[in-house]
Antibody
């Protein structure tokens, strides 16, 4: 059974940093691209970042480019999102999502339960 | 403002069919596959349709997808109360390099 478990969310002050983690199991992690997708409370989905199976191809939404860094450790079956210079508008549930393919695409066939990041003073 | 445009809400009676539209441009829907996701309140999204019209294993054939030009459509037939949820379209957008994923603003389905 595919499982994606996010952790690392919480309350953080504007301008500070936070690192999210996603522990994957139930599939061959390094065979698939992975993504982070966020959803502000009561709002729609927003793709944040994606990384190919071998980390050679990485992309970011314009809203987080230069502030967020995605990475993965295939030996640990884990995906990460380093979030710096956090802003109030980054407040959202952050979902880890598995791509259907090895390369970055738009088909996310498994999702974690999400972790809430609240940016507030 | 989302890159892809969806109606905020749609509704239909149990047993009926409903369609949800998703409009984009040549940089996204016009030249890329479209996916559809279902999200019930308080839960993570679920992939319903990929590659415009393919269903992952376990998704009933009541759900269908199509694409024409720069628009895509999700169809749900034989509506059930459990279909009440938010529905999102998503696709690749190649207007910037590297490419990125864009979603519609979501459509709330009410089964009357």
């Amino acid at each position: 059974e595919v499982q994606l478990v996010e952790s690392g969310g919480g309350l953080v002050q504007p301008g500070r940093s936070l690192r999210l983690s996603c522990a994957a199991s139930g599939f061959i992690f390094d065979d698939y691209a992975m993504h982070w997708v966020r959803q502000a409370p009561g709002k729609g989905l927003e793709w944040v970042s994606g990384i190919s199976w071998n980390s050679n191809d990485i992309g970011y939404a314009d809203s987080v480019k230069g502030r967020f860094t995605i990475s993965r450790d295939n030996a640990k079956n884990s995906l990460y999102l380093q979030m710096n210079s956090l802003r109030a508008e980054d407040t959202a549930f952050y979902y880890c999502a598995k791509d259907r393919l090895m390369v970055r695409g738009q088909d996310f066939d498994y999702w974690g339960q999400g972790t809430l990041v609240t940016v507030s003073s | 403002q989302s890159v892809l445009t969806q109606p905020p809400s749609v509704s239909a009676a149990p047993g009926q069919k409903v369609t949800i539209s998703c409009s984009g441009s040549s940089s996204n829907i016009g030249n890329n596959y479209v996916s559809w996701y279902q999200q019930h309140p308080g839960t993570a999204p679920k992939l319903l349709i990929y590659d415009n019209n393919k269903r992952p294993s376990g998704i009933p054939d009541r759900f269908s997808g199509s694409k024409s030009g720069t628009s895509a459509t999700l169809g749900i037939s034989g509506l059930q109360t459990g279909d009440e949820a938010d529905y999102y379209c998503g696709t690749w957008d190649s207007s910037l390099s590297p490419g990125h994923v864009v979603f519609g603003g979501g459509s709330k389905l009410t089964v009357l």
